[in-house]
T-cell receptor, first 117, second 113 residues
Framework: DSGVTQTPKHLITATGQRVTLRCSPRSGDLSVYWYQQSLDQGLQFLIQYYNGEERAKGNILERFSAQQFPDLHSELNLSSLELGDSALYFC????????????????FGEGSWLTVV | GDSVTQMEGPVTLSEEAFLTINCTYTATGYPSLFWYVQYPGEGLQLLLKATKADDKGSNKGFEATYRKETTSFHLEKGSVQVSDSAVYFCALSDPNTGNQFYFGTGTSLTVIP
């Protein structure tokens, strides 16, 4: 158990719908990362937050958005869903997200399986 | 920019065989290097890490040495078991870019009895 909690574990929804995935980081971790894993694209970095602020953005679609709340939990919102959005979405967390700090390790949750039908 | 390149799979080995999964990296600064493992149906777990040149990370019989001169971090295990069947990801974290993580594409390993 990594200490990163994601809900829901499984979700089935129709095209055009909107869903929210939730992540609680490990106690004390300030940084939250979101990744998408699909068979054809592999592990794709979506976005990183550090202490409530966006730190880095990867291959995140405009239909997707995220935020990190004052209690440090994070939500990933996926809207206007398409069949191709079906994937495993991972949240990960780490203590630091700042410059110049080496050895920072990220810990992954077990993921949220999204199936769009 | 920073990137990680790892050996393409899938890899199939017999039990007790020697394993090497190659990983090379490109980074602007002095990154930390990691191997993560993903067992079927689970999230990624940290397997081992090294934070500076010539460091050796080790865990569960796996080893990897941070080689700055060849920008490599190859994963090795002397004798694999069926339970090692998983997908292995090489990754780097660059403190010069706010510790953003860069992952390789993953290498699937299947160990047969």
């Amino acid at each position: 158990d990594s200490g990163v909690t994601q809900t829901p574990k499984h979700l089935i929804t129709a095209t055009g719908q909107r869903v929210t995935l939730r992540c609680s980081p490990r106690s004390g971790d300030l940084s939250v990362y979101w990744y998408q894993q699909s068979l054809d694209q592999g592990l794709q970095f979506l976005i990183q937050y550090y202490n409530g602020e966006e730190r880095a953005k990867g291959n995140i679609l405009e239909r997707f958005s995220a935020q990190q709340f004052p209690d440090l939990h994070s939500e990933l919102n996926l809207s206007s869903l398409e069949l191709g959005d079906s994937a495993l979405y991972f949240c990960a967390s780490s203590v630091e997200g700042g410059q110049g700090i080496s050895g920072n390790t990220i810990y992954f949750g077990e993921g949220s399986w999204l199936t769009v039908v | 920019g920073d990137s990680v390149t790892q050996m393409e799979g899938p890899v199939t080995l017999s039990e007790e065989a020697f394993l090497t999964i190659n990983c090379t990296y490109t980074a602007t600064g002095y990154p930390s290097l990691f191997w993560y493992v993903q067992y079927p149906g689970e999230g990624l777990q940290l397997l081992l890490k090294a934070t500076k040149a010539d460091d050796k990370g080790s865990n569960k019989g796996f080893e990897a040495t941070y080689r700055k001169e060849t920008t490599s971090f190859h994963l090795e295990k002397g004798s694999v078991q069926v339970s090692d069947s998983a997908v292995y990801f090489c990754a780097l974290s660059d403190p010069n870019t706010g510790n953003q993580f860069y992952f390789g594409t993953g290498t699937s390993l299947t160990v047969i009895p």
